[in-house]
């Protein structure tokens, strides 16, 4: 079966530190992975999606990029973190009929 | 993009059914209907989706109207597990952009 993982669960950060978090999927080939923020009592805001490696497609203009280096591998990057960065971050994969999309716990970012 | 419109909260006694509303008036062709749901502290979690005909599974069943304006999600029997943000969206197939909006509340009480 397949599984997602995100890491760390909770991160708090001060601001202008940069940041690095990870996604992974176990149990499917090539999927469709997708990066998520939920801003507080908010709805997902989309951010970025990845049909293959090294394909990224962004969503929102920001301070944050995405890189996927392996099939199953997607990784939410910043240089340099604003107080507006902080979120409850989520990664998602779907597989390639684009039914449904399996999300992970997520992580929670504070940025101070 | 064509959005929809969901009331911000909704109330329902535990073992009783729920019928939670989503309007979509501008929907295409070519939209199909997704309804996740969130729990407190999770990612979302797929419920049912649909396109044209009504949609049955072991979570819930999906009502569509005729012209496709609106839909229903029904819960046949709430339980306290059911508490959650549920969200309509609409997403076109093959399509990898699916926008969230800010769903549906949804309170059971015992």
New interface residues.
Partial sequence: SQTIHQWPATLVQPVGSPLSLECTVEGTSNP?L?W?RQAAG?????LF?S?GIGQI?S?VPQNLSASRPQDRQFILSSKKLLLSDSGFY?C?WEGSF?????????TRLLVL | DAKTTQPNSMESNEEEPVHLPCNHSTISGTDYIHWYRQLPSQGPEYVIHGLTSNVNNRMASLAIAEDRKSSTLILHRATLRDAAVYYCILRVYNNNDMRFGAGTRLTVKP
């Fill in positions: 469709n997708y998520y908010r709805g997902l805001q989309l999606y049909v497609s969503e989520l998602a684009q039914e449904t999309q399996y999300f992970g716990p997520g």
